[in-house]
C-alpha cells in the first residue's frame, strides 16, 4: 500500500494512464478494476468526451518496485479486450500548481471560426496566461467555450480580449474565476430594445399619431442637446390626451426578445433575484414583471387623469443615474453585494448602471456603450448571457425540464 497523498510533493513517482476509444458504460470502471489489483492510489481523474469519443486520464501512484511491467501489460490487454487504446507514461508528481491570477473567458460565436478561436487563445498566450482547461458550455444558440486561464490578472486579459474581440465575430466576457462568481445573486436588466425588442415610447407615439416629432426629440438627445429628462418629458407630453385604453394595447404589442424568458426562468432556478429597470413606464414594466416573474421593476409612471394621459409622468424620475441608483437598491433588498450584481443594457443610459455592477454586459448595444461595458453580446438572444455566468445549456435545459414537470403537475392536481 502506497501512501503518497495528492497534495505531496512533486518528487513522487507517478503514472499517467490515458485511454481512448469509443464512449460507453463501464470503461472507467473497468480500467480502475485492473488498477486496483497493483494497489495503487488515485491522484488525479479527468474525462472528456468529444462527438462520442472519450480520453480518460487517470494519474496513479506508482505499482510497487518489480510491478510496472505486469501493470503495463495488464493494462493493454484489458485495453484491447474493450478495443479502447492506451498510453501509459511514466513521470513524478502532478500538475505544476496554476499561476497567479485566474479568470474565466467565455468565447460566444455564432458560429464559432477556428481563425476567431486562433485569435483568442493567441491573445491569452501573448498577455502572459497559460489555458488550464477548455470546456464547452453550449452548442446552441451558439457555440460557447470556457478558457480557464491562470497566470494573468483579469483586468490586463479583459482588455487584451474584450476591445478586439466584435472585430473577430465572436463575444468575449472575462471574469475573475473564484467563488465569487459563483455568488452573483441579482441581474438587473434595461426593458427597452432588451428584455423587449421594441421601445415602448414609440409604441405609445404610434397610438397618439406622434412617432415623427417623437423620432426628432430622441434624435436631438442623441445629438446631446437634451439630457434625457428633458427629452422623457418632451416626448411623454406629446401623448397628452391619448385614451389610457391605449395601455392594453401597447402591453400586447410589446414582444419579447428571442431568450428572454428561457433567461429568466433559468436564473430564477438557479435561485437568482431578477429586477428591470427603465427609462420607459411603469405601466409596462409591472406587466412584465406579472408576466415574467421578476422579483423587482421600476421606471416611470405616465400621469392618467379621468381615463386619458396627461403627457406628464409622476414619481421618481428613473434616468441613467437613476437606473444605477435602483441596481443599488435593489441589490442592498435582495442582501447582494454590489460586487455580486449583474445588469444588462444596450443604451448610453444603462452605462452608470453597468459600470455599478460587478459584470456589466452590453447587449446589442451601440459602439459607445460596447466599448465602456465589462463585456458585449453581439448575437440576439438574451439567454446567451447565462453562458457568460458560466452557465450550460444542459442546466438551462434542466431548469426548463423542470419547470414542465411542475407544471404537468400542476395541471394533473388541477384535475
Ligand atoms: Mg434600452
Known amino acids: 500500500m502506497t501512501t503518497m497523498s495528492a497534495t505531496q510533493t512533486s518528487d513522487v513517482p507517478t503514472l499517467l494512464v490515458k485511454i481512448f476509444g469509443k464512449d460507453r458504460p463501464g470503461i472507467t ?26 480520453v480518460l486520464c487517470a494519474l496513479v501512484t506508482h505499482p510497487p518496485q518489480g510491478l510496472e511491467g505486469e501493470l503495463r501489460a495488464t493494462v493493454h490487454s484489458w485495453a484491447e479486450s474493450m478495443r479502447m487504446q492506451a498510453e501509459i507514461i511514466s513521470g513524478t508528481g502532478d500538475n505544476r500548481p496554476r499561476g497567479l491570477g485566474r479568470s474565466l473567458v467565455t468565447v460566444l460565436g455564432h458560429p464559432l471560426t477556428a481563425e476567431a478561436t486562433a485569435q483568442v487563445t493567441a491573445r491569452i498566450t501573448a498577455a502572459g496566461g497559460n489555458i488550464d482547461r477548455i470546456f464547452r458550455l453550449a452548442k446552441y444558440p451558439v457555440t460557447a467555450v470556457e478558457f480557464a486561464v491562470s497566470g494573468v490578472e483579469t483586468e490586463p486579459l479583459r482588455t487584451a480580449l474584450v476591445t478586439e474581440a466584435a472585430a473577430l465575430g465572436v463575444d468575449v466576457a472575462v471574469v475573475a474565476a473564484g467563488l465569487h462568481r459563483r455568488a452573483q445573486r441579482l441581474v438587473v436588466m434595461d426593458v427597452d430594445s432588451t428584455v423587449i425588442q421594441d421601445e415602448v415610447i414609440e409604441l405609445f407615439a404610434a397610438h ?15 445629438r446631446g442637446e437634451l439630457d434625457f429628462e428633458q427629452s422623457l418629458h418632451a416626448r411623454v407630453a406629446l401623448l397628452a390626451g391619448l385614451d389610457a385604453s391605449v395601455v392594453d394595447k401597447v402591453r400586447s404589442e410589446v414582444r419579447l ?13 438557479l435561485g437568482y433575484q431578477v429586477g428591470v429597470v427603465s427609462g420607459g413606464f411603469t405601466q409596462v414594466t409591472d406587466d412584465l414583471k406579472e408576466r415574467l416573474g421578476l422579483d423587482f421593476a421600476q421606471a416611470n409612471t405616465l400621469e392618467i387623469v379621468d381615463g386619458k394621459l396627461t403627457g406628464r409622468v409622476t414619481g421618481e424620475i428613473v434616468d441613467r ?6 441596481l443599488r437598491r435593489f441589490a442592498a433588498e435582495a442582501g447582494v453585494p454590489l460586487s455580486q450584481t449583474v445588469a444588462i443594457g444596450d443604451g448610453a443610459n444603462d452605462l452608470d448602471m453597468l459600470n455599478a455592477a460587478g459584470l456589466g454586459v452590453a447587449f446589442n448595444a451601440k459602439p459607445v456603450v460596447r466599448q465602456a461595458a465589462h463585456t458585449a453580446v453581439n448575437v440576439p438572444f438574451l439567454d446567451t448571457v447565462l453562458y457568460l455566468l458560466g452557465i450550460t445549456r444542459e442546466e438551462v435545459e434542466a431548469a426548463d425540464t423542470l419547470d414542465e414537470r411542475l407544471l404537468g403537475r400542476a395541471a394533473d392536481e388541477e384535475h
Open 208 to 222: 397618439a399619431g406622434c412617432e415623427a416629432e417623437v423620432a426628432e426629440v430622441t434624435a436631438a438627445a442623441m
Open 29 to 54: 470502471a473497468g480500467l480502475f478494476d485492473t488498477l486496483a489489483a497493483f494497489s495503487l492510489d488515485v491522484v488525479d481523474i479527468e474525462q472528456v468526451v468529444t462527438r462520442g469519443r472519450m
Open 321 to 326: 443615474a437613476g437606473k444605477a441608483r435602483l
Open 257 to 269: 426578445t428571442p431568450g428572454a424568458r428561457t433567461l429568466i426562468r433559468t436564473l430564477k432556478r
